[in-house]
């Protein structure tokens, strides 16, 4: 069947801690200057061969694809059929060998979004290994060491788009609409997704709003974000994944 995907994704993650030691060795050689932004493969391939000419498009026509396959596994009657339907992805992405991965990593977009297992944001955006730089937790809310780590990812990684994910059936969001007791910690989690609503909003409107707030966080609590936002070295956008249809729209 040639490359596993589960395998390749889970060989491919960030650990908190490789985080922190990354940007402690590599902070002081951070550049200033704008991301260059590459749009053909090398000869001598880097990390940054892959850098899409416009980011958000080509999130989006990732999407596409994924969404594509996603309802041709929806109308398929067989495990057999639908893992046939699925194994269309992956044919479009760029990939680098692991030899020239080990020199460092350059992601063309970072995305905040939540920890839902049927949330992964490789998939959704139909994305190659080092291609995204993934926060995410349950709510995808702006906590703290989130927006540190975007921090990392803007100033030291030179990553031009931050995009914050809701989706659909969100489970933080109904914890946070409802007044069930919830554990200290969780009470904290859901304290921000709150602050978001409003009375009366649909489950679907309070996860964009969820989201939407999150966004203005990052710039409002956040000097290097905000920064680099007014410099234009980053844009910032919101979206909404609807697990259905496998479809990302922008909010």
Same mark, same amino acid.
């Given at each position: 069947?040639?490359?596993?995907?589960?395998?390749?994704?889970?060989?491919?993650?960030?650990?908190?801690?490789?985080?922190?030691?990354?940007?402690?060795?590599?902070?002081?050689?951070?550049?200033?200057?704008?991301?260059?932004? #590459?749009?053909? @493969?090398?000869?001598?391939?880097?990390?940054? /061969?892959?850098?899409?000419?416009?980011?958000?498009?080509?999130?989006?026509?990732?999407?596409?694809?994924?969404?594509?396959?996603?309802?041709?596994?929806?109308?398929?009657?067989?495990?057999?059929?639908?893992?046939?339907?699925?194994?269309?992805?992956?044919?479009?992405?760029?990939?680098?060998?692991? $030899?020239?991965?080990?020199?460092?990593?350059?992601?063309?977009?970072?995305?905040? /979004?939540?920890? $839902?297992?049927? =949330?992964?944001?490789?998939?959704?955006?139909?994305?190659?290994?080092?291609?995204? &730089? *993934? @926060?995410? /937790?349950?709510?995808?809310?702006?906590?703290? #060491?989130?927006?540190?780590?975007?921090?990392?990812? *803007?100033?030291?990684?030179?990553?031009?788009?931050?995009?914050?994910?809701?989706?659909?059936?969100?489970?933080? *969001?109904?914890?946070?609409?409802?007044?069930?007791?919830?554990?200290?910690?969780?009470?904290?989690?859901?304290?921000?997704?709150?602050?978001?609503?409003?009375?009366? #909003?649909?489950?679907?409107?309070? @996860?964009?709003?969820?989201?939407? &707030?999150?966004?203005?966080?990052?710039?409002?609590?956040?000097?290097?974000?905000? $920064?680099?936002? =007014?410099?234009?070295?980053?844009? @910032? =956008?919101?979206?909404? &994944? $609807?697990?259905?249809?496998?479809? *990302?729209?922008? =909010?």
């Amino acid at each position: 069947m040639g490359l596993n995907r589960r395998s390749f994704l889970l060989g491919s993650g960030l650990t908190a801690a490789g985080l922190v030691g990354s940007w402690l060795g590599e902070a002081d050689r951070a550049e200033a200057a704008p991301l260059k932004v #590459n749009t053909a @493969i090398q000869a001598d391939e880097t990390p940054r /061969s892959c850098q899409p000419q416009d980011p958000l498009a080509a999130l989006l026509e990732g999407n596409e694809r994924f969404a594509a396959a996603w309802q041709s596994n929806n109308t398929a009657t067989t495990m057999a059929a639908r893992a046939e339907a699925m194994s269309s992805l992956w044919t479009k992405g760029c990939y680098l060998p692991g $030899d020239t991965l080990t020199t460092g990593q350059a992601p063309w977009a970072s995305i905040l /979004s939540c920890a $839902d297992s049927r =949330v992964s944001p490789e998939w959704i955006f139909d994305a190659a290994p080092a291609d995204l &730089f *993934v @926060i995410r /937790s349950a709510g995808n809310t702006a906590f703290d #060491n989130a927006i540190a780590s975007l921090e990392f990812g *803007v100033a030291t990684l030179h990553t031009p788009l931050i995009m914050v994910m809701g989706h659909s059936d969100c489970g933080a *969001v109904k914890a946070a609409r409802h007044s069930a007791p919830l554990t200290p910690l969780l009470e904290q989690l859901v304290k921000p997704i709150r602050a978001s609503l409003s009375p009366g #909003n649909t489950l679907a409107t309070a @996860i964009k709003r969820n989201a939407g &707030f999150a966004a203005k966080q990052l710039t409002q609590r956040s000097r290097v974000l905000a $920064d680099a936002e =007014v410099d234009g070295r980053l844009t @910032i =956008v919101v979206s909404y &994944f $609807d697990i259905l249809s496998g479809k *990302v729209s922008l =909010v």
